[in-house]
């Protein structure tokens, strides 16, 4: 993938604005902790991979101009820097994740000068954007084994590079298995209410020549039952210990619908994407966002004013509707409990 959707450069973080996607390609040059929680948060950088590595270089910002002349100075800066980013959004582990990685690394250096404690932030951050990368392509080479040639896979939201730091989770796959000569086409839902799968997935696999066919979400079931996918390939925001997994809304549609038609159903996440202290879905923090992203679209009203509004940005698939979760470590398949830990935490 040519695209590079975030990365630290020159002393400020650079980001494409996904917002203005797929109409114009521009790029966020920010050296404000606060720009950058304000593009988290409107979703100009999202993709739960993304998101932790923007949370990671949105330590860097906050602290980098910190006048501390002590480690406990320093510390009570830091951990107010970690807070503040942590609430921009509630469901992507991975940017707690990220958030964790920064502080305990600030804290095992904390015998250290604070500039020097600096520089070995920004090491970190470049890090996790750098193994982020590179975990997204060892998933890949394990997801595309589960990709045949003549397949019809179909996918929600946006799972590519656009949601890493490059190449992808769901979509990555693709990018393997069209690297490897293999022929398929791609089922790419809209995804509403904010149309990512419209917007950027379909963008994105039409940039790297991918054959994708873009659908509205009320469609899927119909595919299904005329036999035209084969399977459905999705990313994650957050896993539970039992595999319960959190995506973007409207992927729990798609599991039943896998299921009820027999059809193969497979999350690609990172084990950043784990959260281990939690037991199931039932305990991940589900984002409601601003009725507004439901009521208009692309700031043209479409239903009527006073009108309730329900808008929860994601929805749990019970691991019960997985066939397999594709990590860096492998392809897990149920019983998914024993499963995870002895693949991620063995």
């Known amino acids: 993938m040519a695209i590079e959707t975030i990365k630290w450069e020159k002393a400020k973080v650079k980001l494409i604005d996904q917002t203005l996607l797929p109409l114009k390609l521009k790029y966020i040059y920010t050296a404000d902790i606060m720009r950058l929680w304000q593009a988290i948060k409107t979703l100009q950088v999202r993709g739960a991979p993304a998101i932790g590595v923007a949370g990671a270089f949105g330590v860097v910002l906050g602290i980098q101009k ?7 100075q320093f510390a009570k800066e830091l951990l107010e ?5 942590g609430s921009s959004r509630p469901t992507a582990i991975n940017l707690f994740w990220a958030l964790e990685w920064m502080k305990n690394t600030a804290f095992k250096n904390r015998a250290k000068p604070v500039g020097e404690i600096k520089k070995i932030l920004l090491k970190q951050a470049i890090k996790i954007w750098d193994e982020d990368r590179q975990i997204c392509r060892r998933m890949a080479k394990y997801g595309a084994r589960l990709i045949k040639n003549n397949d019809r896979v179909l996918t929600i939201c946006n799972a590519g590079a656009l949601a890493t730091s490059g190449f992808g989770t769901a979509l990555g796959v693709f990018y393997q298995a069209k690297n490897e000569g ?10 509403r209410p ?7 997935t379909a963008w994105e696999l039409m940039r790297e020549k991918v054959d994708v ?7 899927a079931a119909s595919l299904m039952e005329r036999k035209l996918v084969d399977k459905v390939f999705v990313g994650a925001d957050r896993i539970a210990a039992n595999g319960d997994t959190a995506n973007k809304i409207g992927t729990y549609n798609l599991a039943v619908l896998a299921n009820y038609h027999k059809i193969p159903f497979y999350v690609v996440a990172p084990k950043s994407t784990f959260d281990f202290k939690i037991k199931s879905g039932k305990e991940i923090p589900i984002e409601q966002r601003n009725p507004d992203e439901v009521t208009s ?4 009203r479409i239903a009527p004013l006073g009108v309730k509004i329900y ?7 019970p691991h019960s509707l997985l066939t397999a979760i594709v990590t860096e470590k492998g392809i897990i398949k149920p019983a998914y409990q024993k499963n995870i830990k002895n693949a991620l935490c063995g």
């Open 297 to 300: 679209v692309f700031g043209k």
């Open 81 to 85: 820097v970690i807070k503040y980013l």
């Open 213 to 219: 066919t873009l659908i509205c979400d009320n469609m």
């Open 182 to 191: 293999k022929k398929f086409m791609v089922y790419a839902c809209e995804t």
């Open 194 to 200: 904010l149309l990512q799968g419209a917007r950027l």
């Open 311 to 317: 808008n929860p940005a994601f929805d749990v698939t």
């Open 66 to 72: 910190s006048k501390a002349k002590n480690f406990k």
